[in-house]
């Protein structure tokens, strides 16, 4: 069986100030989702499902419908505040869903076999997309998942601070713990370093951090869907609250039959957080066609 490809791309955009997920990098005017689906069919997936919200639903199917007709299966969940959600729990001044563990949760319907979970507005890389097929064609079980790890002194931003789930392994490169580091840069020095409740902290700069490429087995609905209907009446007093993916991560492993082992990638990774990131995507895009790894249609 084939496995799919979970592209979250309902974000709002706030840091970015635009919808950076339909926004044309390549020469032909490609997303950096067409490259992801591009180095997921080479890499053996058979089918792509959206995770977009209702109101850009026609510029995605405009977007992509016509140019991946033939070449790989695509469906569309919609993530919306109310997915999921018993109305009577959302706070009355919320105005948006719950976080990238609730997109997950919205795909239950429309995935039956293992699957990789992207965001929409990273670059992943070949090397990522071929170690995440082999590993959901070949490993994946119930109790078995897995990450790809990128090192963290290449996932950075020239343009601002980031915030990265830094993995924490054990000597089978199994995922202890994912630590969340929010305002994460690069200092003059060239260390990497973060700030946390104005403490200021050097992080190694070879450390394995998650960029929100899961590898899952279908079987991660069902508990994702009982955290989360606990999450909701937990935090009900608090709008902001978001469900993510290390919640169900950590509740995953915290049980001793399961593991989620941490596959690093020589991918190298580059995203666009703040629209000042958009000319080196261009330009790394362009090297990458310039060096034979993509056409300069990728779709021709």
């Known amino acids: 069986m084939k496995p799919t490809l979970l592209i979250l791309a309902a974000g709002m955009a706030s840091r970015y100030g635009s919808m950076k997920q339909t926004e044309g990098f390549g020469p032909s005017g490609e997303t950096i989702m067409d490259y992801s689906i591009y180095d997921a069919i080479k890499s053996g997936f058979g089918k792509v499902v959206f995770i977009i919200r209702k109101d850009f639903a026609d510029g995605f199917k405009a977007n992509f419908g016509n140019k991946l007709v033939g070449k790989i ?49 990273d670059y992943y890389g070949t090397d ?36 990265r789930g830094v993995c924490e392994v054990d000597d089978a490169n199994n995922l202890v713990s994912i630590n969340e580091r929010t305002k994460i840069y690069k200092n003059e020095e060239g260390k990497v370093i973060y700030e946390d409740n104005d403490v200021v902290q050097e992080v190694a700069a070879n450390s394995s951090v998650s960029m929100n490429f899961w590898c899952f087995h279908p079987a991660v609905f069902n508990d994702a869907q009982t955290l989360f209907d606990a999450f909701v009446p937990q935090h009900q007093g608090n709008i902001k609250a978001e469900f993510f993916i290390p919640i169900i991560a950590d509740a995953f492993i915290g049980d001793d039959a399961n593991v989620i082992q941490v596959i690093p990638t020589t991918s190298q990774w580059f995203g666009v957080t703040y629209k000042e990131d958009a000319p080196a995507v261009k330009a790394s895009i362009d090297q990458l066609v310039a060096d034979g790894v993509y056409p300069d249609a990728l779709w021709a």
């Open 73 to 121: 299966e695509v469906d569309y969940v919609y993530q919306e505040m109310t997915s999921f959600v018993d109305a009577s729990n959302i706070p009355a001044d919320r105005t948006k869903p719950w976080g990238t563990g609730h997109a997950v949760l919205c795909a239950k319907d429309a995935v039956k076999e293992p699957f990789a979970v992207i965001n929409a507005d």
């Open 128 to 163: 990522a997309f071929a170690k995440a097929a082999e590993f959901l064609q070949s490993q994946c079980t119930a109790n078995k998942y897995a990450i790809i790890g990128y090192q963290l002194d290449k996932t950075l931003s020239l343009h601002g601070t980031v915030s």
